[in-house]
T-cell receptor, first 117, second 110 residues
Framework: GAVVSQHPSWVICKSGTSVKIECRSL??????MFWYRQFPKQSLMLMAT?????????EQGVEKDKFLINHASLTLSTLTVTSAHPEDSSFYIC?????????????FGPGTRLTVT | EDQVTQSPEALRLQEGESSSLNCSYT??????LFWYRQDPGKGPEFLFT???AGEEKEKERLKATLTKKESFLHITAPKPEDSATYLC???????????FGTGTQLKVEL
């Protein structure tokens, strides 16, 4: 149980284009999903918290107009990187929380490697 | 501000050589202390949640323990397949977020 998928697993795009990443909870309902960014050999940096049916809450320093998050259903959240630039190249990971779990554990997807050329 | 510190940053063990990883935390009102394993190029894999001091959990060669200030991940007789980065994270009561440590990169050699 508690499986989270991400698609695509890797993507290469040209500077100025937009890229959409999907995060799905496959066997549970996730009222809350989280989007992280990870640089090489560093820990996870939380970008935003996404609640089903409401606007995402962004961490300080994260541009909400650049990183658009939509959480349209209890099993799907999307992150769209708009007008991507090379500095947006990174490993993006989503996680989902099953509220039935006592500790509100977050279960992570496999990640998406974005390269902007 | 919540803080989580892990040590050592990197650890190299011989197969069968047991050791412990440390996670020190400063969180006001701990909801849970979480351990994850992350392999290169992949998302973190959930291992354990600990809720209160004195609690212990085991899974195969791993055992996690918790005190009021730190958590330990004990690895007994490790194998090369245990090589990974181990992350700990703390969640605050009433909060959504997890505060992550920077991880311990473990390499187990034959």
């Amino acid at each position: 149980g508690a499986v989270v998928s991400q698609h695509p697993s890797w993507v290469i795009c040209k500077s100025g284009t937009s890229v959409k990443i999907e995060c799905r909870s496959l066997d549970f309902q996730a009222t809350t999903m989280f989007w992280y960014r990870q640089f090489p050999k560093q820990s996870l940096m939380l970008m935003a918290t996404s609640n089903e049916g409401s606007k995402a809450t962004y961490e300080q320093g994260v541009e909400k107009d650049k990183f658009l998050i939509n959480h349209a259903s209890l099993t799907l959240s999307t992150l769209t990187v708009t007008s991507a630039h090379p500095e947006d190249s990174s490993f993006y990971i989503c996680s989902a929380r099953d509220l039935r779990d006592r500790g509100h554990e977050q279960y992570f997807g496999p990640g998406t490697r974005l390269t902007v050329t | 501000e919540d803080q989580v510190t892990q040590s050592p940053e990197a650890l190299r063990l011989q197969e069968g050589e047991s050791s412990s990883l440390n996670c020190s935390y400063t969180v006001s009102g701990l909801r849970g202390l979480f351990w994850y394993r992350q392999d290169p190029g992949k998302g973190p894999e959930f291992l354990f949640t600990l809720y209160s001091a004195g609690e212990e959990k085991e899974k195969e060669r791993l055992k996690a323990t918790l005190t009021k200030k730190e958590s330990f991940l004990h690895i007994t007789a490790p194998k090369p397949e245990d090589s990974a980065t181990y992350l700990c994270a703390a969640g605050r009561e009433g909060g959504n977020k997890l505060t992550f440590g920077t991880g311990t990169q473990l390499k187990v050699e034959l």
